[in-house]
Structure formats: C-alpha cells, structure tokens
C-alpha cells in the first residue's frame, strides 16, 4: 500500500540463501504481478473517488488550473520594429517580425522553424537591433563550415552596410587562431561567425 501511494511500482522478492549463508534477493514474477494487478485497482479506484462527487472534481479541476494551468506562454509582436539600414527592398515575414521581438524582449529564444523558414534573418535582423538599441556590442555566430559563406551573404543581404568578420579555414588553422579571436574581440564589428568544426 505505501508503494501505492508514493506512485512507486510494486516488486515482490524472495530471500534465498548462497551457498556462504548470505541472504539473496530474487524477484517473484508470479507474485510481482499480483501484486502490480492490485496496485491498478487501488489506483483506479481512487481516481473513480476522486471524480465521482461533483463538487469534489470542480473543485480539484479549480485548483489544478491556478496552480498549473494558468500560465501561458508570452506573445511577442514585432510589427512595432523599426528596422534601421535593413534593405528596403526585404520585408520580413509576421512571424520573423514576432520571432525578432522574442528575442529582443525574452531574452534566451530557441528558434524552431523549419528549414526555410528565415531563422539566418531572424538571428541577423535581432542581432542588428541589439547594437542598436544598445543590448549588445557585436554579436557572436557559430555557423556550420559549409554555411559560413552562405551565412554572410544573407546576413550582407539583409543588411548590406553591416561590418562582418567571417572565419575562413585560414583563421582556424592553429597558428592564426589566436589572431582571429583578437580581432573578434577588439574589432568593430556588427557581427561575428566563427566555425562550428576545424
């Protein structure tokens, strides 16, 4: 029963001795699925307790949805944003707009659209606000090496006076590691892509 109660499987053992004299624990199949047969009952027909008395259930279901089905999750509008020095001839999409907002006002975002979807302008058009409005200095991105030159490009195309430093596979030879990683950190720059790999 107290197994029952604290949500906890049920499991019967048999104690043998070895041929030392010690005691060995050796789970009883039979028994185990009596017993687990019996905690479904008892666990059934509680739940068909709870629920049979009206006011009982309306008043668990009003205490559940305060304490746990209350909360729901922000919705951030970016028709507001005012995208300084983007090109004109790019209009972000609502939900790119709202997922730029995300990140502006809630600070840690995953972004999960699918592939296509605009996550590169997303990250781009955020970042650039960021130094804007003063949230960041430059921000830092790590592109998989077969993206980094694509990654530029958009990121030029969404913004094509931005200042970027791109890593290229000379940078992240060991000798000029070191050199790169300086020049993130004491450049200008509106943004930054490093490899993700060697």
Known sequence: ME???????VRIFDYIED???KKKAVLNKKETAIAQAKQEMIKQGFVDWVWSEPSRREELTKLYNEKFNSIRPREYDGSHIVFNGMNP???????QRNAVAHILYGGNTLLAHAVGA????????ASQESKRLGLCNKSLFVVPNHLTEQWAAEYLQLYPAANILVATKKDFETKNRKKFCGRIATGDYDGAATRCCK
């Open 3 to 9: 197994e029952t109660l604290n949500l906890k499987d």
């Open 19 to 21: 041929e030392e004299g």
């Open 89 to 95: 001839e790019i209009d972000l999409r609502e939900h």
């Open 118 to 125: 605009g996550k590169t302008f997303e990250m781009v058009a």
